[in-house]
């Protein structure tokens, strides 16, 4: 093709293979959404669990619902992960909240989840993961 010959003569035909091979395979990967849809099927861990007060309250099955903190003073696309009773819970990890934006839900977006305890004979270590209630591909 006419590209390709311009490309011989100006010695990057090379590099055209390899734009034309990336082009052909991004068009078969995933969406960004897909991505986020996979992600949020297999829910997420909450962040800073064991930073929060009276969590061993909250160990079982619990309902509640996320909601962004721009104004966290470490990370301003932090996603809080609130109790339906109003106590924060923890956060959504740094690396996932991208795959709840992606997903297009408004906020408050309603969870359930499950916290756990485990104890190594000198200190409680809590953790807990949420999934996405009702959510719509």
């Given at each position: 093709d006419k590209e390709a010959v311009q490309a011989i003569?100006?010695?990057?035909?090379?590099?055209?293979?390899?734009?034309?091979?990336?082009?052909?395979?991004?068009?078969?990967?995933?969406?960004?959404?897909?991505c986020a849809v996979v992600?949020?099927?297999h829910?997420?861990?909450?962040?800073?669990?064991?930073?929060?007060?009276?969590?061993?309250?909250?160990?079982g099955t619990f309902e509640g619902y996320l909601t962004p903190?721009?104004?966290?003073q470490f990370d301003?696309?932090?996603?809080?992960?609130?109790?339906?009773?109003?106590?924060?819970?923890g956060?959504?990890?740094a690396d996932s909240t991208d795959d709840i934006r992606y997903l297009g839900m408004k906020f408050p977006i309603m969870i359930y989840g499950e916290i756990g305890c485990d104890?190594?004979?000198?200190h409680r270590y809590f953790h807990g993961t949420v999934y996405i209630k009702n959510i719509r591909i």
């Open positions: 003569l100006e010695d990057r035909y090379d590099e055209l293979v390899q734009q034309r091979a990336l082009k052909k395979r991004a068009s078969t990967m995933p969406t960004k959404r897909e992600a949020v099927a829910g997420f861990n909450i962040s800073g669990i064991n930073y929060r007060k009276n969590i061993a309250k909250y160990v903190e721009p104004t966290n301003k696309n932090a996603i809080a992960i609130f109790h339906n009773d109003g106590h924060h819970l956060y959504i990890p104890y190594d004979g000198s």
